[in-house]
């Protein structure tokens, strides 16, 4: 079919002797792959007929293949799953910069979005462009293959005006990653900075905007101020203020726009390196969290209903996936059960449903043992790991056994201790098993309907000593 143009409106024309070809079905691919480019980014009148010999391309491929090859192209769609991050390109659109090395950055752009591996559960990209005001080219939704990122990089106008780099790294940090714009739950944000010369504005304000919202910022500054320049600049270490960490990873320096090839794979390395994301790191994506209940016969199955839904919902507030925080439980009485272990579930519907699922057993009261079994079958696959370690031990009586030994060991051990008493539960064996400083580490509730209110300083709690340890 002949794709023609008119005012706008695609129509495919059947041309003799091609009859038998489903032009309807071209005629689907067709719209479909328009409206998706339409809509990510306006198309000049001009542009307007490259895009659609660009799409009529891809109709093309759309016919069946000859068979050769099928896996290949299935990886390909799933992109790089060893680098799983959610990234913003902002881009330098200033006359700073002027058009052709705008064009020569839009190349080195996409270079290391085609090397970074994107498809469905690798890496996303999107593009947001730094002027007078910062505005967002593509989201991170819009494209899932190499290809149409490239393509989406290419078709980027030069903006030029005011390099406000300062603020437009705090209007992406802010409004580029949210989860209807694409961004994905428990997946590194990453917004790499491209700057020609030197900002215009400040950028300390929003560095830590960005840091807030849990996102790791890099700067790759080419062409860094002259001597002459420097005067011009607001502050000299704007790169050590904005990043994520001033530690040298996050910073990249390339001396011009020309020959960049060699640039792009160590970046792209660093982008990779999910381990040195250290902005990502917040309490809700980091930490291991077992709760030890309390299965002993005073408590009584309605209570041990109203127990599980208090640990529901302090797990409820985390992100919970196989590179983010995790859930365990043990429930005890004179013996010990683990209802799940850290690996067991990687999301939070498993997590739910396994706690909505644990068996009232009913029992004695032995907590110090409990504690020391947990220490011990629980915490201790996970102790090399990099998330930090929390215990949250619910009981609603005297213990049997000493508390205070194998509570010592744990917090050894590297597990910070709540202790969550309830009903007949000794204060004195709370505080006992309690991290430092035990008042804030220590609750207790007459009724077991009490539960409920303490969610809220559980989980601060958590997230206090996360912070802490980061300091």
Known sequence: GVITNTGGAVRVQTLPG??????????????????????????????????????????????????????????????????????AFLIDGSYNIGQRRFNLQKNFV??????????????????VQASEHPKIEFYLKNFTAAKEVLFAIKELGFRGGNSNTGKALKYTAQKFFSLENGARKGIPKIIVVFLDGWPSDDLEEAGIVAREFGVNVF?????KPTTEELGMVQDIGFVDKAVCRNNGFFSYQMPTWFGTTKYVKPLVQKLCS??????????????????????????????????LEFVSNVAKAFEISDIGSKVAAVQFTYDQRT?????????????????????????????????????????????????????????DGQSYDDVRGPA????????????????WAPLDDLKDMASEPRESHTFFTREFTGLEQMVPDIIRGICRDFLDSKQ
Not at 277 to 306: A, H, P, Q
Request: aromatic share 6%; proline share 3%; glycine share 10%.
């Open 339 to 395: 209802e799940f272990s850290f690996t067991d579930h990687v999301t939070k519907d498993k997590v739910l449903s396994a706690i909505r699922n644990i068996r009232y057993m009913s029992g004695g009261t032995a907590t110090g043992d409990a504690i020391s079994f947990t220490t011990r079958n629980v915490f201790g696959p996970v102790k090399e790991g990099p998330n930090k370690n929390f215990l949250v031990v619910l009981t």
């Open 18 to 87: 091609q009859e038998n070809y489903p032009a309807v079905n071209a005629n689907g691919i067709q719209s479909q792959v328009l409206s998706r480019w339409a809509s990510s980014f306006s198309v000049t009148a001009g542009a307007r007929n490259t895009a659609l010999e660009a799409v009529g391309r891809s109709v093309s491929t759309a016919r069946p293949s000859t068979g050769k090859r099928p896996k290949k192209t299935v990886d390909k769609k799933a992109g790089n799953k060893d680098c799983k991050a959610d990234i």
């Open 219 to 223: 700067i790759v500054s080419v062409a």
């Open 110 to 127: 996409g270079k290391v979005a085609v090397m970074l591996g994107i498809g469905t559960e690798g890496p996303h990209v999107g593009v």
């Open 274 to 307: 999910h381990e040195q994301m250290l902005c990502s790191k917040t309490c809700y994506n980091s930490v291991n969290i077992g709760f030890l209940i309390d299965g002993s016969s005073s408590v009584g199955e309605s209570n041990f209903r109203l127990v």
């Open 408 to 423: 010592a060991a744990a917090q050894k051990a590297g597990i910070t201790v709540f202790s969550v008493g309830v009903a």
